[in-house]
């Protein structure tokens, strides 16, 4: 562990961040001996729903993840913009489970599955044998072909990329305020967004009201306000998932924040210096990846043969054709939603799919049930367009404006109270997001300094 990067969050928890797990056993031996062992793999939405359903079950459950925290994906724009920091959204798996006396946590990267000898193998060299194997292990995002452009363009998946992010916008404020040159001062306050999903949208509202508000006044030689941010969608709308009354309501209220929205047009290239377009290189600093993911690898562990996004096909019941007890839930599977096609990537699918495979777990644990099928209850697809506004679908009714974003503001602050039990914190966060303070806004991490020193940073700016 001497390498892992880390910081220590103001209530004590511990996060490691950029893992070397220490090292197992080969011979990994499970506690719960006797019990049937349920493996699970992943401690996203799903994995952690899944486990805490078994909780009464009458059997062990190893979580296995390669990192030691569980990471609230929703909210990872806001550590990217500087208005929360990683603790806020990030709690120990181990903490999550410590009451739950059936459960034991993992921190290994799997790397392979031997469905013949039932056991989970690691990147160490352990086996971890199941009786039951649960694959939850998300997804990450998908450059169609072109993994270069990731260095120049990362998306906004885990801690690292989103401190990444922000390091990189706020240190072209800094570099444009020391910048002669004109044309390189307005590349360096330029950032471009690639993708206009609901992550695309989030992003180039909030670092346009990061450079319009919050930024403002605190530079003397550039007006953080002249900051230019564009983002770039390859279809004919933004939001394409959304109804088109919604999606044009957000390409409103983006260009009301300032932010150049160009649709039907995809990149060609991504370089350090910029994005190439048909006809036209746009000079930019920071750019942010948000136009398609694709499933981990876990459709090649089991050797199944995935859909065009890599995901595991699964049964109505979650399970992996051909696999004897092997189920398969969250984003890296396509599972059959009401009308035959795939449910979306979304935490609401991935919470549901665990928690209702964990209850079918355990009464078969009991009973020697079937697991029954699985039934989407859609609670309602959101995305947020900068302070006061946002969107909500829910299927036949939509909302829009300031209720929809009290209302994202409400659910956000229950999750996180009851994701992190910190009520201080969320409402600390909200003062902040509403006053447009971005109290973390520090440059640290890959490229601004030692972990160490982040550490401290973070936590300074979590108390300020
Ligand atoms: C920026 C962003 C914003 C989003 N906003 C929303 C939103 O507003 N609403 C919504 O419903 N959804 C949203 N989502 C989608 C949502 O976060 C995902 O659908 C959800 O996280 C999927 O849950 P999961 O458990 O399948 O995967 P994850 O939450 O990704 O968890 C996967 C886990 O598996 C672990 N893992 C992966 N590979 C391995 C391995 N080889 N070995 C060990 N461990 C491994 C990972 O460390 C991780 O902990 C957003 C996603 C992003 C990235």
Known sequence: MSNASRWFPPSGRRIIADTEAPKLPAS???????????VIIGGGFAGIACAKALARAPVGVTLIDRNNYHLFQPLLYQVATAALSPADIAEPIRKMLRRQRNAEVLMAEVTGIDTAARAVLTADGARIGYDTLVIATGSVYNYFGHDDWEGHAPGLKTIDNARAIR????????????????????????????????????????????ARHALARDFRHIDPR???????????????????????????????????????????????????????????????????????????????????????????????????????????VAAPGE????????????????????????????????????????RGNTAII????????????????????????????????AFEQRVLVSIQWLWRYVTFQRGARLITGPEGGSEQSAGRSERQAVRS
């Open 28 to 38: 990994f031996t499970a506690t719960a001996p006797g019990r049937p062992r349920v």
């Open 167 to 210: 390091t990189r916008v706020l240190t072209g404020f800094e570099c444009a305020e020391r910048e002669s040159d004109p044309a390189r001062r307005q590349a360096l306050m330029t950032s471009v967004v690639i993708g206009g999903g609901p992550t695309g949208v989030e992003m180039a509202g909030a670092i346009a009201e990061l």
């Open 226 to 332: 002249a900051a230019r941010v564009v983002l770039i969608e390859a279809g004919p709308r933004i939001l394409s998932a959304f109804p088109a009354p919604l999606s044009a309501y957000a390409l409103r209220r983006l260009e009301a924040l300032g932010v150049e929205v160009r649709t039907g047009e995809a990149v060609e290239d991504v370089t350090a210096d910029g994005v190439r377009l048909p006809g036209e290189f746009l000079a930019a600093n920071a750019m942010v990846w948000g136009a398609g993911i694709r499933a981990s690898p876990a459709a090649q562990w089991l050797d199944v043969t995935p859909d065009r996004a890599g995901r595991i096909p699964v049964s109505d019941r979650l399970e992996v054709a051909g696999q004897r007890q092997v189920f398969a839930i969250g984003d890296t």
């Open 339 to 378: 009308n035959g096609a795939p449910l979306p990537g979304l935490a609401q699918v991935a919470k549901q799919q665990g928690e209702h495979l964990g209850r079918e777990l355990a009464r078969q644990a009991a009973c020697g049930d079937a697991v029954r099928p699985f039934a989407f209850r859609n």
């Open 386 to 417: 900068g302070r006061h506004a946002a969107v909500f679908d829910f299927g036949r009714r939509q909302m829009k404006g300031y209720p929809a974003w009290l209302l994202w503001a409400a659910v956000h602050i229950y999750l996180l109270v």
